[in-house]
């Protein structure tokens, strides 16, 4: 991963999106919260899903990567 410093100046948040590949599972879609200016956040990777109906959905566990 590469975020330009210029790039974290100018953002005032920034959140990564990924398609984790887990063994035997397929893959999982997951999102990591890399800043989030005036904010604490934990900076894990947590599984998500986006439902039509419901949006994005922030699951509880956590992605051990």
Same mark, same amino acid.
């Given at each position: 991963e590469?975020?330009? *410093? $210029?790039?974290?100046?100018?953002a005032d948040s920034i959140i990564l999106l990924y398609y984790i590949k887990r063994k035997g599972l397929g !893959? %999982? !879609?997951a999102l990591e919260v890399l %800043?989030? !200016?005036g904010t604490l956040h934990s900076g894990k990777v947590w599984f998500m899903e986006i439902s $039509? %109906? %419901?949006g994005v959905i922030v699951e509880k566990r #956590?992605? *051990? #990567?």
């Open positions: 590469y975020i330009s *410093d $210029a790039m974290g100046f100018e !893959r %999982k !879609r %800043k989030m !200016r $039509a %109906k %419901k #956590v992605a *051990d #990567v």
